[in-house]
């Protein structure tokens, strides 16, 4: 029987590996669509986040049967209640990557990036795939340095955001005020998918430690100049 129950939390383990995977997937699937208005790539990465849910509902009725018939406490009990948070967080990555491919559709044949910000967003892309591979690695591994890394890497992320509205507020915006909203949300997608791959690793740091990560951080600052001396 307990044999039966840790292979049950390893399946959900896994599962988390997949979600994180084919969101992972679906973001890069999607930028590709958003920038080259590939309708048939768009619509593909639209009904695959289908798959996405069906895994997240699955995760969440496996998981609350183990909370009935189990009754997990402690290290058990965490990876049950933070999974659940995870797979939360990966479902809404998958649907921000379907908001991407569905204005990819939206816009076709048009192309809603305008050349000059091409490169931004693709950057953008880029960087949220690799921030959800690095969330899967944390995921199978249990590395709580690395899973600390993801925030930091965020911060990337969060200037390119910055560098999207430096060029909607510059004076010498000339494409629009339809393709303005355009990129504002565009930017805000890729925004709030890098924050849940973000939260992601955090919630594997609590599943390790037993202390939220940003507690965590705290408690390993290096020590200031002061400190050293």
């Known amino acids: ?3 039966a129950y840790h ?6 383990g896994d599962s988390l590996v997949e979600m994180a995977r084919l969101v992972g997937s679906a973001i890069g699937r999607a930028t ?5 208005s590939d309708l048939k790539l768009a619509e593909n990465v639209i009904e695959g986040d289908q798959k996405v849910d069906e895994l997240h509902h ?7 049967a183990l909370l009935a018939r189990q009754q997990p406490v402690a290290t058990d009990l965490r990876i049950v209640v933070t999974s659940l948070r995870m797979s939360a967080d990966l479902e809404r990555s998958g649907d921000l990557a379907q908001h991407v491919a569905k204005l990819a559709r939206l816009r076709y044949p048009e192309r809603a990036v305008p050349h000059d910000l091409h490169a931004t967003i693709l950057e953008m892309g880029q960087l949220a795939q690799r921030l959800m591979a690095k969330a899967a690695e944390v995921i199978i591994t249990k590395d709580v340095d ?12 969060d200037l390119l955001h910055r560098t999207l509205f430096q060029h909607l507020m510059d004076d010498r915006w000339k494409h629009g005020i ?8 565009l930017g805000r997608y890729y925004e709030r998918y890098a924050d849940h791959a973000v939260a992601v690793a955090k919630r594997v740091v609590y599943l390790v430690t037993g ?10 600052q290096p020590p200031t100049q002061v400190e050293k001396a």
């Not at 690395?146 to 992320?157: G, H, I, R, S, W």
Request: glycine share 0%; no cysteine.
């Open 146 to 157: 690395l899973a600390l890394q993801l925030e930091q890497d965020d911060d990337a992320m």
């Open 178 to 185: 339809e393709t303005a909203v355009d990129v504002t949300l």
């Open 32 to 36: 590709t669509a958003i920038l080259d």
């Open 7 to 12: 292979e049950e939390l390893d399946s959900i």
């Open 1 to 3: 029987m307990r044999d």
């Open 211 to 220: 202390e939220h990560a940003d507690d965590f951080q705290a408690d390993i």
């Open 58 to 64: 699955e995760l969440e009725a496996r998981a609350i």
